[in-house]
């Protein structure tokens, strides 16, 4: 089985920056883009970031200077460095991958998309 494991959210206040990680776990063979998303309460949920294999990267209008995405192809893993935090980026923060093929079983194996559980942001004003 892969998944998805987040790490990093937590309360700060606006102006401090946070960093979140993300890793896949499995013997993961390829993922090609990895990227976070966000949701918050009562709102849709948005893309933040992608990037590639190669390290290509967009963002969103909405955080685009403030955020960084970057990405360890070799650990499968994936960081959000986040600065000038405001109380409007406060959300539940999910990493996502795909598609993400592994070995498991003597198979090789392949998803569209995975998630992550989520992290919460908290910023307080």
């Known amino acids: 089985q892969v998944q998805l494991v987040e790490s990093g959210g937590g309360l700060v206040q606006a102006g401090e920056s946070l960093s979140l990680s993300c890793a896949a776990s499995g013997s993961i063979v390829t993922i090609n883009s990895m990227g976070w998303y966000r949701q918050a309460p009562g709102k849709q949920r948005e893309l933040l970031a992608a990037?590639?294999?190669?390290?290509?990267?967009k963002y969103a209008d909405s955080v685009k200077g403030r955020f960084t995405i970057s990405r360890d192809n070799a650990k499968n893993s994936v960081s959000l460095q986040m600065s000038s935090l405001k109380p409007e980026d406060t959300a539940n923060y999910y990493c996502t991958a795909g598609p993400v093929t592994w070995y498991e079983g003597g198979l090789y194996k392949r998803l569209l998309e995975i998630w992550g559980q989520g992290t919460l942001v908290t910023v307080s004003s």
């Open positions: 990037i590639d294999k190669t390290g290509s990267a």
